[in-house]
């Protein structure tokens, strides 16, 4: 089969275009990867052809081997609909999880999305918590949660009570919470250090003054996380612009409520008395 033909490169061109029309992606903003299946690789690597091995940038040994969808670096979200094979492609990894080497796409030149090595620690963190289950990590620049980045304190908790706040639904998309990176230069180790510790107990993580990153199972669970995060954002920035007094808002006992009616548990620790 094409690459274009399946199944899950449908799903990746929805995603990228979805969040396109959102507006999270300006020109280059943001970046997408998936980890295929390996009935997915075998479904279309008749369509393969190898290029060069290169460095990834940091070491990714429990994803030694796999295949990954993922955008490419400069290329713009608008035109995935329009040009996918330009704009994204298939990486394959070493047996050691050092190098990649591009097998499909961007086909008039050009090389993995910048973010490459925060989306791969990411998916390593994510893939042993969950057993292989989450395959999809989505990075974007959603303006209302970047927005709060400026206004509420830069910690998990701030974060992640005050999102809760702004729509009932949100401690039950979320209810491990959310991370907050401090503002750290992009597209190298470090901040893929930091991300993928966060990673490890949440599935958001947000970087000050840049964008979120959502890690899940699919692309519409993991498309629909990052925009409850950004709907609750907008509520949230709403709210502000009128006043900085909350009239009412869910108090920690009933967050408590909602816990045990939909059967997530919330940690404590957001759950906090203002
Ligand atoms: O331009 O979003 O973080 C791609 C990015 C880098
Ligand atoms: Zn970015």
């Not at 929805?14 to 295929?36: F, I, K, T, V």
């Not at 908790?157 to 009932?168: G, I, K, N, P």
């Not at 993580?205 to 890690?215: D, K, L, S, T, V």
Request: charged share 25%; proline share 5%; aromatic share 10%.
């Amino acid at each position: 089969m094409k690459v274009l033909d399946a199944e899950f490169t449908q799903g990746f061109i929805r995603m990228a275009n979805d969040g396109w029309e959102q507006g999270w992606h300006e020109r280059n903003g943001g970046n997408l990867s998936y980890r295929m299946k390996e009935s997915e690789v075998a479904e279309v690597k008749d369509d393969f052809s190898n290029g060069e091995w290169k460095p990834i940038g940091t070491t990714v040994p429990n994803l030694a081997g796999e295949f990954f969808m993922v955008t490419g670096s400069g290329k713009y979200f608008r035109n995935v609909i329009i040009k996918p094979e330009d704009s994204f492609c298939i990486i394959e990894l070493d047996d050691k999880g050092e190098n990649y080497r591009i097998v499909w796409g961007l086909v008039n030149g050009g090389r993995p999305t910048s973010e490459l090595p925060s989306h791969l620690m990411n998916h390593e963190v994510k893939k042993l918590k969950t057993n292989g289950a989450y395959r999809v990590i989505y990075h974007a620049h959603p303006a209302n949660t970047i927005a709060l980045t400026f206004v509420l304190p830069l910690t998990d908790e701030a974060f992640t009570r005050e999102l809760w706040e702004m729509a009932t639904e949100c401690p039950v998309v979320f209810p491990d919470g959310i991370g907050v990176v401090p503002w750290m230069v992009p597209g190298g180790r470090e901040i893929a250090v930091e991300t993928s510790k966060l990673m490890e107990k949440y599935d958001v993580a947000i970087w000050a003054h840049h964008g979120m990153f959502a890690a899940g199972e699919d692309f519409d669970l993991t498309f629909g996380l990052m925009h409850t995060v950004e709907k609750s954002a907008e509520i949230l920035v709403k709210t502000l612009s009128m006043t900085n007094v909350k009239r009412q808002t869910i108090k920690p006992d009933e967050f408590r409520e909602l816990a045990k009616d939909f059967k997530v548990s919330l940690p404590e620790r957001f759950l906090f008395e203002k």
